[in-house]
């Protein structure tokens, strides 16, 4: 009864968007120095024995390193995560004096699913506009190696009234088992499904793909040549001055750019059964990771005498319908930046854009090219925006294949389309990402 009645009172609420951030206050400009990441690796492998602390320190300490900022000109620090460890509820500042920050240093963490990093780096950017900060270091971490499970709720309240209990003796604790079915011993692991819809993730995407036509087929090509970009990209050294070496290696190990068409067509429908589009190798999977950057007031910037790599120039977050439309929140957002800046699909040189399924992805894709979406959906008034072209859509791969560290993907997409931008000799990149919810981000990045 209380998921129909919060179902219902929340359909009763329209479609909002949170105005787009604009960087022009001011003249100040938010440069983006450099980002850098550990590498994302399946869960239960690598980073098995460690905590997303662990990780967070890891990348925090990396680009630290990297950039040779001396950490007492950071003014602050913004980490997301999604997954919390009661422990360590404040990882950013934990991490922050586990990588040697002084400890005079706030620091605080944000959760915005998926796009926790990009809340992180864009709330960096707006303590810098708004004069609290000229430098942030920004980014995210996840681990799955090392969730919280919860006993049932039945045993959670007696194991609170125990020792209260035990005070009584053998009848005490009878007392406190009376009443508890087997099923109450059941661990509670955390569950990737949306609190409001009580749908999966999955599940949701499926029905997205299927509302704008995307095939089983689209989805099983486009996953596969995420893998072989990403590979790729590996190959040819492209992440090398992005990923720090932990314990001596770069490898991600979730890649396989030796997989074929013929293996993902043989997977059976994993959330919608039996004829879903949706399959473990089109959707990601389970990641451990951590990312962090370092943005910078441009002015500050030149007088520490750092070179900005980039400049975040535009940013905003969208909400749309959870129920309908739970992964659309990129388009919305892709619209929301172009309408801002003026500028069209054909300025931008990058397109990064978060793979949490192929399926989303497609979906967004297909309603970006739709009249009748970009009309009405979107009050587009000149027509649809047509295609992102693909030789500029994820060329070093993407989620589905590197991983997605659900707290970190932010700043790793930040990070891949700064390099992309000056390996490729583009000026303007997009990066967009849907979150659980129906939030959706999008960033206009500018190479320096």
């Not at 586990?98 to 990093?117: D, E, K, M, R, Y």
Request: proline residues 4%; aromatic residues 6%; neutral net charge.
């Amino acid at each position: 009864m209380a998921g129909i009645l919060r179902k219902n009172a929340l359909r009763s609420l329209s479609t909002s968007a949170a105005p787009a951030a604009k960087v022009a206050k001011e003249g100040k400009k938010i440069a983006f120095i450099d980002g850098a990441r550990i590498p994302f690796c399946m869960a239960n492998t690598t980073y098995s024995d460690l905590m997303s602390y662990d990780l967070a320190r890891l990348a925090m300490k990396g680009i630290i390193d990297r950039t040779a900022v001396d950490r007492k000109d950071i003014d602050n620090v913004i980490f997301g995560t999604v997954v919390q460890e009661v422990r360590t509820s404040n990882i950013a500042r934990e991490a922050a004096l586990g990588a040697g920050l002084p400890n005079n240093i706030p620091a605080h963490t944000v959760s915005q699913a998926c796009i926790s990093a990009n809340q992180a780096i864009c709330s960096g950017a707006e303590k810098i506009l708004a004069g609290q900060a000229e430098v942030v270091l920004a980014g995210g971490s996840e681990t799955f190696s090392d969730v919280p499970i919860r006993y049932s709720k039945p045993i959670r309240k007696r194991l609170l009234k125990a020792n209260k209990a035990m005070k009584k003796g053998p009848a005490g604790i009878v007392g406190l088992l009376k009443g508890l079915k087997a099923k109450d011993f059941a661990p509670e692991p955390p569950a990737i499904k949306n609190f409001s819809t009580e749908e999966v993730m999955g599940h949701s995407s499926d029905r997205l793909a299927a509302r704008f036509g995307v095939s089983r087929q689209e989805q099983d090509e486009f996953a596969l040549r995420s893998h072989q970009n990403a590979a790729k990209a590996h190959a040819e050294g492209m992440y090398d001055q992005e990923i720090i070496a932990v314990n001596g290696s770069t490898e991600e190990n979730g890649i396989r750019g030796e997989s074929t068409l013929e293996k993902l067509s043989s997977l059976k429908p994993a959330f919608i059964k039996p004829h879903g589009t949706h399959t473990a190798a089109n959707s990601s999977y389970l990641t451990d990771g951590a990312a962090a950057c370092l943005i910078m007031d441009d002015a500050k910037a030149k007088e520490l005498g750092f070179t900005p790599r980039s400049y975040i120039k535009n940013w905003t977050f969208q909400a749309v319908d959870p129920f309908e439309s739970m992964l659309l929140g990129p388009a919305y957002a892709i619209h929301k930046v172009l309408s801002d800046t003026g500028l069209t699909f054909d300025d931008i040189g990058v397109w990064e854009i978060h793979e949490a399924f192929a399926g989303q992805v497609l979906s967004n894709l297909n309603a970006l090219d739709s009249e009748k979406f970009c009309s009405e959906q979107l009050g587009k008034t000149d027509g649809k925006y047509g295609r992102v072209p693909e030789d500029k859509l994820n060329l070093w791969g993407g989620s589905l294949s590197i991983g997605h560290p659900f707290g970190a993907t932010g700043a790793r997409l930040t990070t891949t389309a700064t390099n992309r931008l000056h390996k490729e000799d583009k000026q303007f990149a997009i990066i967009a990402a849907c979150a659980d919810s129906g939030i959706g981000h999008a960033s206009l990045i500018e190479r320096a």
